[in-house]
Structures are given as C-alpha cells and as structure tokens.
C-alpha cells in the first residue's frame, strides 16, 4: 500500500494511554489543567474516578500515578482509598466524556499512521513500514503522535514499537521504565533479549495458562516456555499450545485489521439453571438478555460476530423444552441487535411450561470486519463503549456493570457472578 518499497518491513507500534479515565478528567478540569503545560511537568493532583463517590465502598475506577504513588490502586474500595490518601480528589465517572475521548484520540491515531487497530477505550495497535520516507525515524515517529496527542489531550502515553502485534504489546508494557515514553524492539533478537528473562506471568495474553505453566510445566520465565518442546505445550494446551510457542519465541503472524491474539472459536454459548421454575415472560427475558451479554462479550473478545442466534428452554423437572436458532441477514456481536431475534423465539417456541434452565448461543462466526477508513464514527464509538463495558467488567467483575433489568429479582447474573467467584458487587 502507500506505493512503498515493497521490500519493507512493516513496524507495529500499540499506543496506551496513562490512567485514562483519570486523566481525562485531570485535562478537562480548569482547576487542574491550568497547571498542565508540560508533560513532563508531574503537578497533577492525586485524583481517583470512583464508581459511587456517595459511598465509600464505591470502587476505584482509575487513578492518577499521583494518587497511586500515595497509596491508591483500582478496584480499590473508595473508604480505602482515603485511608492511605487523605487528599484524594475523587469523582464520579463520567463514561460518555471518556467514550468522546477515545473516539477523537483513536481518530488521530488512524489519521497519522497507513495501518491502524482500535484495540480497547485507550489503547489501539498502528503500523507503517520501515524504512519509507514518511517515517524515516520510527521512535521519532512515535514520539511526535505521543506530543500530537498530549498537546489536544493533555493526556499522556506510552507507545511500543516492535516487528510484530504481540510484540508491541509486551513492549508497550517495557515502555512504563523508560523516559520519553517509547520503546522500540527493533529486531527479533532485540525481542527475545527483552522477553526472555521476564517472568511467564508477563506473557499477554495467557490469563490461567500462566499459572498452569509454573505449577504443571515449572516454567519460571518466558525463555523456560521458549525452550519447551512444542509437543509438550501442545500436548497440555492444545491448539493453544502453538500460539505459546509462538509467543514465547517473540512471533506472532496476526496482521492488523483481523483478528489478532484469539482463536477462531466455532460458537458462543452460555446456559443456566435456575432457582425455581420461571413462569412469567418477564422474567424469563431478563435471564435471556443475561446470557445474551455475555454470549457477545466472549464473542467481541475475540473479534467475532455470528449470523445465527439460538434460544434453549429446559422445562421443569428438566425435560421438555427446545432448542431453536435463527440465521439473521447480518452478523452481530451486540446485544442490541440479536434480542428481538431471541424474543420472536420465546415467543414462537415457549409453551408457558415452567422454565427450569435458559441457554442462548451465538454462532456461524466470522471475523469482525478490520476498521475501515471511511468508518462512520457511531460505529468506532458505539465498540468504544463496549470495549468499555468489557474491560470494566474485565477489570471488576462480571456485575460492576450490570443492566437495569438485572437487579430485578429473576436476574441470574449477581449470583451467578458469585459463583464463578467474581468481585461482588
Ligand atoms: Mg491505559
């Protein structure tokens, strides 16, 4: 693309911003801002955004380094959060502000860069190629979207440049310890020097795997997992095995715009069982839009939409019941979009019969589409807030952001949250 040199080797650089949600208010308070000229300058307040300020058992939704060099870290208790930082400035989030922000900060990144990725509210993957003469100096590169940033945003970031997406990703990671706030791995051996004597719980990506890697595989560092023989990890983990590998050894072939670090997966579904018979539609709905989150969680967790959308009902004393799909004229991973298909099922196939289990599926899977560049905004904003409703609940539990409908008595999720040893909310 571009009309470069088609011998070039593209870098890929992840941009992350600092404490975003903290930072965002820090810049758009005048109070603050006025001290905020330079970015090297550190006289921002020690400010945290809490999910209840009214309640000091309200969590910690970000903080600013200043309130974490005091003592304050997220998903913290706000009551807490006091204790250790007296002058804490706390506030109340203000998501549809910090959605903006993202939207904007995600467009300059597209606008400066030939290959761009939004990867979650505050962070998003961009590539170009090296050498080419409109990046000649690929740190400086970096370096100019950082200030391009901080001089509309006021906001600070950290950028990691490396051959590869996975790569970049770790580090990004490296980048907190250095000054200016870029870091690049240049080669392969650059990246595995880097990588290797890192513990295995660095790895991105790996969540439980990790773990299964000290105790089951007695991997200490990256370079242990580098250095087991690919049989051993496919052998414990599967497919997921090569993708270990691959990692350990600093490779990774996604390219940007497809899907990235997770595997195709066939399809999404979640099913549970519930405390008594439900006999009412109403209630029966609130379990079914339950399920249907997080079927779209898992499913924009991985890049992918589906095109056929399934109910199941389990009749009392487990039974009867049925299992109807639908294959839409679209693909989706949001909710919005697949629960009228959901409720033309319930309504069509449900019998009245006491309901004793609920499951709803999503599959015939493709990848979401990369972003293109006559993307509508709607578009980049509307993932922007679900990225955001994933990472909180990521981040806090499956319930720290729940729907309405789920505090009502037949909701399934609070419990079920519980269960799977979630935050409680
Ligand atoms: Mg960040």
């Known amino acids: 693309m571009e009309g470069t040199d088609l011998t070039a080797e593209w870098i890929v650089g992840l941009i992350d911003m600092q404490s975003f949600y903290a930072s965002v208010e820090v810049a758009t308070r005048a109070e603050y801002l006025r001290r905020r000229f330079l970015e090297a300058d550190d006289s921002d307040p020690a400010l945290a955004v809490t999910g209840d300020p009214k309640r000091r058992s309200g969590i910690i939704l970000a903080a600013t380094p200043a309130a974490k060099a005091c003592g304050v870290s997220t998903a913290m208790r706000l009551g807490e959060a006091l204790h250790a930082c007296p002058s804490l400035v706390y506030v109340p989030p203000r998501m549809q502000l910090y959605i903006d922000t993202s939207v904007r900060i995600h467009e300059t990144v597209r606008q400066t860069f030939p290959k761009y990725e939004p990867f979650s509210v505050d962070e998003c993957f961009f590539a170009f190629p090296s050498p080419s003469d409109l990046f000649p100096d690929p740190v400086q590169a970096a370096a100019d979207l950082r200030t391009r940033i901080w001089n509309q945003f006021r906001i600070r970031s950290r950028v990691g440049l490396a051959p590869n997406k996975w790569a970049a990703k770790m580090a990004n990671k490296a980048a907190k310890k250095v000054s200016g706030g870029v870091l690049w791995w240049r080669s392969q051996e650059n990246v595995l020097d880097a990588i290797h004597p890192l513990p295995v719980t660095d790895m991105w990506g790996l969540k439980r795997r990790a773990a299964t890697l000290q105790a089951e595989l007695g991997c200490s560092t990256i370079g242990d997992v580098a250095r087991l023989p690919l049989g051993r990890l496919r052998a414990r983990f599967g497919v997921w095995g090569e993708v270990i590998h691959r990692w350990a050894n600093g490779l990774d072939y996604s390219e940007l715009n497809t899907d990235t670090m997770s595997l195709p997966h066939q399809g999404y579904s979640h099913r549970t069982t519930l405390p008594r018979d439900y006999t009412r539609r109403d209630e029966v709905t609130v379990v079914i839009l339950e399920l249907l989150d997080e079927v779209c969680t898992r499913a924009r967790q991985a890049q992918q939409k589906g095109r056929r959308i399934g109910l199941?009902?389990?009749?009392?004393?487990?039974?009867?019941?049925?299992?109807?799909?639908?294959?839409?004229?679209?693909?989706?991973?949001?909710?919005?979009?697949?629960?009228?298909?959901?409720?033309?099922?319930?309504?069509?196939?449900?019998?009245?019969?006491?309901?004793?289990?609920?499951?709803?599926?999503?599959?015939?899977?493709?990848?979401?589409?990369?972003?293109?560049?006559?993307?509508?905004?709607?578009?980049?904003?509307?993932?922007?807030?679900?990225?955001?409703?994933?990472?909180?609940?990521?981040?806090?539990?499956?319930?720290?952001?729940?729907?309405?409908?789920?505090?009502?008595?037949?909701?399934?999720?609070?419990?079920?949250?519980?269960?799977?040893?979630?935050?409680?909310?």
């Open 312 to 425: 199941g009902l389990t009749y009392a004393s487990l039974t009867g019941g049925f299992y109807k799909a639908k294959t839409l004229p679209f693909a989706s991973n949001h909710s919005e979009a697949l629960y009228s298909t959901l409720l033309e099922l319930l309504d069509r196939h449900w019998d009245l019969s006491g309901v004793r289990a609920v499951s709803v599926s999503l599959d015939q899977l493709g990848f979401e589409d990369g972003v293109q560049l006559n993307l509508l905004e709607d578009i980049l904003r509307r993932q922007a807030l679900w990225a955001t409703v994933d990472e909180v609940r990521r981040n806090y539990g499956e319930t720290s952001l729940m729907r309405l409908s789920s505090l009502l008595p037949a909701g399934q999720l609070r419990e079920r949250a519980h269960k799977i040893g979630g935050h409680t909310a």
